[in-house]
């Protein structure tokens, strides 16, 4: 819910770096998946009980997500780039609750509840993305996307924070996956609802 919000903060430092960067040769691509690295990198850091350098290899991995969109802004967004872009998102962001599943077993049925409910809100979003440009529908809440971004109450700002609240006390992961499990399947209802309101035909 925080995110459109961050956006008119975090996009200027983030387009100035990403101009650079393009003009240097880096590609989108390359950044999108170099962050995905680091993303996993910090999954299996946090599986193998490393919380610290889980935590690093987030932030890494979120900042150079923040880079990938830049440089394809300043070197004319793709398709193929959206594509990748979306799916190294999502494998990130089950990566982690998995992690922290194979850590301690004790986590292991909220870290499942946890993907869960990630799945139902990837799902109702890139639903609501494919309708709205089937539409012709458009928006710049989030800033220029290749696709359709709709509002959630859980979204990316919310998710990170909540990963990095787990890095910093892993023993206080069961109630906050299962507090944010549900903040999710909320955001299920919420979007649902929009779409209601929205693709009434």
């Known amino acids: 819910m925080f995110d459109a919000k961050l956006r008119p903060l975090i996009d ?13 040769g880096v590609s989108a691509n ?8 680091l993303g996993l990198g910090g999954a299996l850091a946090i599986a193998f009980g490393q919380h610290g350098i889980g935590l690093l290899l987030i932030i890494a991995n979120r900042l150079l997500d923040g880079l990938d969109g830049a ?20 494998a990130f962001y089950v990566s982690i609750p998995l992690a922290f599943g194979i850590f301690d077993p004790a ?3 909220a870290a499942l509840v946890l993907v869960a409910s ?12 494919v309708i709205a440009a089937e539409r012709g529908e458009e928006t ?3 800033g220029k996307k290749s696709f359709f971004y709709s509002t959630g109450l859980a979204e990316g700002g919310e998710t990170i924070a909540v990963f990095l609240v787990f890095t910093l006390f892993p023993g206080w992961f069961v109630p906050i996956a299962y507090g944010y499990a549900a903040l999710c399947v909320l955001t299920v209802f919420q979007r649902s609802a929009m779409a209601i ?3 009434k035909d």
């Open 12 to 24: 200027p430092p983030l387009n100035r770096v990403g101009l650079a960067l393009a003009k240097a």
């Open 30 to 37: 390359l950044l999108t998946f170099t962050g995905l690295a």
């Open 107 to 109: 986590n292991t049925q």
């Open 140 to 142: 710049a809440a989030h």
């Open 118 to 129: 990630f799945v139902l809100t990837g799902v109702s979003f890139l639903a609501f993305a």
């Open 71 to 90: 440089v394809a802004r300043a070197n004319g967004p793709t398709s193929l780039g959206g594509y990748f872009d979306i799916v190294a998102d999502f």
């Open 197 to 199: 309101a929205q693709f």
